[in-house]
C-alpha cells in the first residue's frame, strides 16, 4: 500500500500534494508509532529479561551469544562481553556438547523444548542446568532459552534417593521417633533384629524393646546426654519380639531443624551377639585355660603384677604357691591321657575349694597350678603362719585318693611357697622363688611344702650362669682331653681313658663332676660328647704315626643322652672314618644308665658299633641295677669295677665277695676286666690275686695333658709295649676323686 501511493506521487504530483500528503504523513505517523511501540516493547522485553532471576540467553543456529542476561551471567561466571565472543558449547561440560547439539536439533524441529543439561563455570563448577529453549526464525534463526541452577535440587534428590536406598538396604536397623518419642518409621533391617514389623511398632514408644536388664539411672543418664550433646552412643541390651535378650550397639541422634528445635531422633543399631560371643572366645583363649577354666599364665602374670603395687601401697604380706603334682605322668602313661586330665579338672576344683574367692588359681601349664594369695597380714609372720596353713590345708586336699572315671587315683602335689611385700621383687622373680621351692619340696621327698629358702636360689643361680659359660665352652675352644693310663698285670700301658677337662678363662680348670652334670640337664652333653669323640679320634689318628702309641686303645665316656641319638653309631663311624683311626683302637665306655633304657635299641646300636670294630665297656658296673639276664645279651668286651667297690676291697669283705663276683661273672661271660681307682699295692695285689689283669688309677697316673701322657708311655716302654709301666711319684695325689 505504502509502495504504491508513492508510485501515485511519482506519477501525480498535485494528487500527492493535496490528497495523499496527509495521507503519507499520517502512514509514516501510524509507522513511527507501530515502531515506538514495537521499541517499548522490546525495551519492556529488555528490561524484563535483564530483571529475571533466571539466566536467559539468544544463540544464533550455531550456537553463539547472541544475548545474555545478568542472571546468566552470574550464574556462569562469565561477563556478558566474554558470553557474546563465545558459544553455548563453550559454556557446557565436554561431555554434554552432543546433547547440545540434539537439543537444537529438536528446537529447530518442534519450536521448543525443555531439557536438563550441565554448564561448566568459568571457575570450573560443574552446574546442573534446566533449560527451556525456543525458536524463532527471525534473523536468519535463533533459540532463546531460559535457564535455572537446579543443582542443589538435583543434590537433594539424589540425597534423598540415596537416603531411601540406604534406610532400606542397610544390615543396621533404623528407628526414627518424633520428639515425643514416638516411633514414626522402622527399616526392614529393624524387623530382622527385634522381630517387630513397622505396623507393630509405628505410634509406640521405643520402651516396648526394652530388656528391663538396665536400671532407670542407665535411660536418665542416655536422655540427660542426648538431650545435652545431641547424641548417645553405647552397649545396650535389648529384648526382641520372641523374648530373647540380646546386646546391641546403639546410637541416636536428634534431628534438629533450623530453628534449633528437635524434629526427630534417630536410632540406629546392630545385633552385636556374635561379636560379644567371639570377644569372649577370645578373651577365654587368652586369658584362661581351656581345661580347667583357670586363669592362664597370662592372666595370673598380670594379676601379680597388680598384687604387688597394691602391696607396696597397702604394705600388706601376699604369698605365691607353685605347686605341681608328683608323678603325674605315671597316671598318663598309665591310664591314659584322658584320666590325666580328669585329675586336672578335680586339683584346679579342689584348690578352688581351699582358698578364698579373691584368691587367684591359676594353671601355668602341665600340671602346675599357682595361687596368688593377696592382703594377707601386715605382719611378716602372721602372714606366713597363715599361708602355711592354707598351704598345707591344699596339699593334704590335693594328696587325697581321686575317683577318675572309675579308678581310683593317688597323687600328691609338691608345693613351693614364697612370701611377698611391696614391689621390689619382679613378678618374674617371685615365681621362679616359689617354684625352687616346690623343687625342694621334690628333693624333700614330695607331697611336701617348703618355702623359699635364698641359699638354694644363690645355687640354682650359679648353676645357671655354670651352664651360659657352658655354652660357649665347645664353640670357644676352652675343652680338653686329659689321660689317665690304663695298664695290663705287667704294668705296661694299654692305652688311657680320655677325660675331658674345661679350662674356663676365669673359673680356671673345671672338673668333669661340675660341670657334666650341668651338661646332661641340658642338650650341651651332646655338644661337649661329640667333641670328646672327636678329639679323642684325632688323638688316636696322631698316634698312629707314633711306633710307641700306635697301639694305644683310647676310652671315651659316651652320656646316656648321647647314645641315645638314633644317628649315634653313624656319628662314631663318621669320625673314624674321616680321622682314618683303626676303630678297634676306640672304647666306648657305657654306664648303666645308658643301657638300662630300651635295651633292644641298646643292643642294635652295641652290635652295629661292634660291627665296625670299636670297643665296648660297661663302666661304673656294681652300681646300677644290671642284672645276669640282659647282661649276658650285651655285646660288652670288658667290665669295669667301680673304684668305690676298689677303695674297700683290703677292707671291707663285703666290696671284696663284690669284686671277686665281678670278676668271676666277667670271667664266665668271656669279658675282660678292668678296674678303676686303683690306689694301693694292697688293692692292686687283691685284683691281681683274683684274676683282674687290667688297672686304671692313681696308683699308675692321675689323668695329665697329652705330652705328659706320652712322655710318661715313653719311659716306661722304651720299646713298643715290651717295658713295665713304672709307678711314677704320683701316688700321693691319691686323694684326689680318679676323674
Ligand atoms: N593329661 C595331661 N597331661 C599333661 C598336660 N600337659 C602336660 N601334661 C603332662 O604332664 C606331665 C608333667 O610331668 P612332670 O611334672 O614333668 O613330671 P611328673 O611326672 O609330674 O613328675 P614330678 O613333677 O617330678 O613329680 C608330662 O608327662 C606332660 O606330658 C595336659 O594338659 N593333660
Not at 511519482?10 to 509507522?31: E, G, K, Q
Not at 672304647?587 to 652295641?606: H, I, Q
Request: hydrophobic share 40%; glycine share 6%; net charge negative.
Amino acid at each position: 500500500m505504502a509502495d504504491g501511493a508513492l508510485l501515485l506521487i511519482l506519477t501525480s504530483p498535485m494528487l500527492y500534494v493535496f490528497l495523499f500528503r496527509p495521507l503519507v504523513v499520517h502512514i509514516h505517523a501510524r509507522n513511527r508509532a507501530v515502531e515506538a511501540l514495537q521499541k517499548s516493547k522490546e525495551e519492556q522485553f529488555k528490561a524484563m529479561v535483564h530483571t529475571s532471576l533466571d539466566g536467559f540467553w539468544i544463540t544464533d543456529r550455531l550456537g553463539h551469544f547472541l544475548e545474555v542476561n545478568d542472571a546468566y551471567c552470574q550464574l556462569i561466571g562469565y561477563s556478558r562481553e566474554e558470553l557474546l565472543n563465545m558459544s553455548l558449547y563453550e559454556a557446557v561440560t565436554l561431555e554434554e556438547t552432543r546433547a547440545i547439539k540434539r537439543h537444537f536439533r529438536n528446537v529447530f524441529e518442534n519450536g521448543s523444548e525443555r531439557f536438563e543439561t550441565r554448564n561448566q563455570c568459568k571457575d570450573g563448577r560443574i552446574l546442573t542446568i534446566e533449560a527451556s529453549a525456543n525458536y524463532s526464525s527471525a534473523g536468519g534463526g535463533q533459540l532463546y532459552c531460559f535457564v535455572r541452577d537446579i543443582t542443589e535440587r538435583r543434590e537433594r534428590e539424589e540425597a534423598l534417593r540415596l537416603a531411601g536406598s540406604v534406610f532400606n538396604n542397610v544390615e543396621e536397623a533404623v528407628m526414627v521417633t518424633d520428639p515425643k518419642n514416638q516411633i514414626i518409621a522402622v527399616n526392614p533391617a529393624f524387623t530382622t533384629i527385634t522381630g517387630y514389623a513397622s505396623d507393630e511398632v509405628i505410634g509406640k514408644t521405643p520402651r516396648i524393646l526394652a530388656s528391663g536388664k538396665h536400671p532407670s539411672a542407665f535411660y536418665r543418664e542416655m536422655w540427660r546426654q542426648l538431650l545435652n550433646m545431641g547424641s548417645w552412643t553405647g552397649e545396650i541390651w535389648d529384648k526382641r519380639k520372641n523374648g530373647e535378650i540380646y546386646p546391641k550397639w546403639l546410637t541416636i541422634s536428634a534431628v534438629k531443624d533450623e530453628q534449633g528445635e528437635t524434629v526427630e531422633y534417630v536410632a540406629i543399631f546392630s545385633d552385636i551377639t556374635e561379636r560379644k560371643r567371639a570377644e569372649e572366645e577370645i578373651l577365654n583363649l587368652a586369658f584362661y585355660d581351656s581345661l580347667t577354666k583357670l586363669p592362664n599364665r597370662r592372666l595370673l602374670l598380670d594379676r601379680i603384677h597388680t598384687a604387688l603395687s597394691m602391696s607396696a601401697r597397702n604394705h600388706y604380706f601376699g604369698a605365691v604357691l607353685f605347686l605341681d603334682m608328683d608323678r603325674f605322668k605315671v597316671l598318663n602313661d598309665t591310664l591314659g591321657h584322658d584320666h590325666g586330665d580328669l585329675l586336672l579338672i578335680e586339683v584346679a576344683q579342689r584348690i578352688q575349694a581351699h582358698v578364698r574367692e579373691v584368691d587367684t588359681v591359676a594353671r601355668l601349664g602341665g600340671d602346675e597350678f599357682v595361687v596368688l594369695f593377696e592382703e594377707i597380714s601386715t605382719s611378716a609372720d602372721e602372714a606366713t603362719q597363715k599361708v602355711a596353713l592354707i598351704a598345707e590345708k591344699v596339699r593334704a586336699a590335693l594328696a587325697a585318693p581321686y575317683s577318675l572315671d572309675g579308678h581310683e587315683h593317688h597323687c600328691s602335689p609338691s608345693i613351693g611357697v614364697c612370701m611377698y611385700c611391696g614391689n621390689e621383687e619382679s613378678v618374674d622373680a617371685l615365681l621362679k622363688r616359689a617354684d625352687m621351692a616346690m623343687y625342694q619340696a621334690k628333693d624333700a621327698g614330695r607331697n611336701a611344702v617348703r618355702f623359699f629358702d635364698p641359699v638354694m636360689q644363690q645355687a640354682v643361680e650359679s648353676r645357671a650362669a655354670l651352664e651360659a659359660d657352658l655354652r660357649r665352652a665347645v664353640p670357644g675352644q676352652q675343652l680338653r682331653l686329659y689321660y689317665q693310663v690304663q695298664v695290663g698285670d705287667d704294668h705296661r700301658p694299654l692305652g688311657a681313658e680320655a677325660l675331658v677337662r674345661w679350662e674356663h678363662p676365669v673359673r680356671g680348670m673345671v672338673m668333669p663332676a661340675q660341670f657334666i652334670p650341668v651338661a646332661e640337664e641340658s642338650s650341651l652333653i651332646l655338644d661337649v660328647g661329640h667333641w670328646v669323640l672327636d678329639a679323642a679320634c684325632r688323638q688316636l689318628a696322631a698316634w698312629e704315626k707314633n711306633a710307641q702309641m700306635r697301639n694305644m686303645v683310647l676310652a671315651v665316656n659316651v652320656s646316656a643322652q648321647q647314645f641315645r641319638m638314633h644317628d649315634f653309631v653313624e656319628k662314631v663311624t663318621a669320625l673314624t672314618h674321616s680321622h682314618g683311626v683303626n676303630p678297634a683302637r676306640l672304647k666306648l665306655e657305657l654306664t648303666e644308665s645308658v643301657v638300662l633304657n630300651d635295651v633292644a635299641d641298646v643292643v642294635a646300636k652295641m652290635r652295629a658299633l661292634k660291627e665296625i670294630g670299636v670297643k665296648l665297656s660297661m663302666d661304673d658296673f656294681g652300681m646300677g641295677y644290671s642284672s645276669l639276664a640282659y647282661l649276658k645279651q650285651l655285646p660288652l668286651d670288658q667290665l669295669k669295677i667301680d673304684q668305690s667297690f676298689v677303695r674297700n676291697i683290703a677292707t671291707d669283705s663285703n666290696d671284696a665277695v663284690m669284686v671277686q663276683a665281678i670278676i668271676d661273672m666277667a670271667q664266665n661271660f668271656r669279658m675282660e676286666v678292668i678296674a678303676e681307682g686303683v690306689e694301693t699295692e694292697a688293692q692292686l695285689d687283691f685284683l691281681k690275686r683274683n684274676g683282674c689283669l687290667a688297672y686304671q688309677g692313681y696308683l699308675f697316673s692321675k689323668p695329665v695333658p697329652v705330652d705328659e701322657f706320652e712322655q710318661n708311655v715313653m719311659i716306661s716302654s722304651p720299646e713298643p709295649q715290651t717295658a713295665n709301666f713304672q709307678l711314677p711319684p704320683l701316688v700321693q695325689l691319691a686323694s684326689q676323686p680318679g676323674l
